[in-house]
Nanobody
Framework: QVQLVESGGGLVQPGGSLRLSCAAS????????ASWFRQAPGGEREGVSC???????FTPASVKGRFTISRGDVRNTVVLDMKNLKPEDTGVYYCAADHRYVQYCAGVPGEYPYWGQGTQVTVSS
């Protein structure tokens, strides 16, 4: 059974930084593909960064230069580093994973069969 657990969310002031972590269990692959999504109240779920099975990444223009995805130092973890946070970055952040081989990712929600429960990020002064 695949399980994804996000951590690291919280309240931060505008301009601040946060690191989100996603711990995956039950995945056979050492290099599963993963993506971070966020959803603001009343909004749609949008991708903010993804990493493929071989380390290729994609970050949309809306957060490019501020958000960085990487594999964590701990096996089967994926990290999202966020800096210069803005109030519009507020939302629930979800980690998603795909056990299949993915060479290039695009952060499309329908491509990921496994999802975490989400962690709240609030950017406010």
């Amino acid at each position: 059974q695949v399980q994804l657990v996000e951590s690291g969310g919280g309240l931060v002031q505008p301009g601040g930084s946060l690191r989100l972590s996603c711990a995956a269990s039950g995945l056979d692959s050492h290099y599963f593909a993963a993506s971070w999504f966020r959803q603001a109240p009343g909004g749609e779920r949008e991708g903010v960064s993804c990493i493929s099975s071989v380390g290729n990444t994609f970050t949309p223009a809306s957060v490019k230069g501020r958000f960085t995805i990487s594999r964590g130092d701990v096996r089967n973890t994926v990290v999202l580093d966020m800096k210069n946070l803005k109030p519009e970055d507020t939302g629930v952040y979800y980690c998603a994973a795909d056990h299949r081989y993915v060479q290039y990712c695009a952060g499309v929600p329908g491509e990921y069969p496994y999802w975490g429960q989400g962690t709240q990020v609030t950017v406010s002064s």
